[in-house]
């Protein structure tokens, strides 16, 4: 199965880094931002590795779209 591009966000949350994955619905965390990402990314690697295709269709389907804004400011 192509899979689309995926994303990871990351937010600082008290002294944690909270990454999501948001066309998945898959979330982890880090205590600095390199490993929340290397986290995010270990664990969308496991669902995929584990995860049927039914699975995965199942998620990308739910209907998150991530668009990259483009805004006019004064």
């Known amino acids: 199965m192509k899979l689309p591009t995926l994303t990871a966000v990351i937010e600082k949350e008290g002294s944690w880094y909270v990454a999501t994955c948001p066309e998945l619905g898959v979330?982890?965390?880090g205590r600095s931002f390199e490993e929340a990402e290397s986290m995010i990314q270990e664990a969308v690697e496991l669902l995929?590795?584990?995860a049927?295709?039914?699975e995965i269709k199942?998620?990308?389907g739910r209907g998150v779209k991530v668009k990259k804004l483009e805004l006019a400011h004064a």
């Open 48 to 50: 995929l590795k584990e």
């Open 27 to 29: 979330a982890s965390q």
């Open 52 to 54: 049927d295709e039914a």
């Open 58 to 60: 199942r998620r990308l």
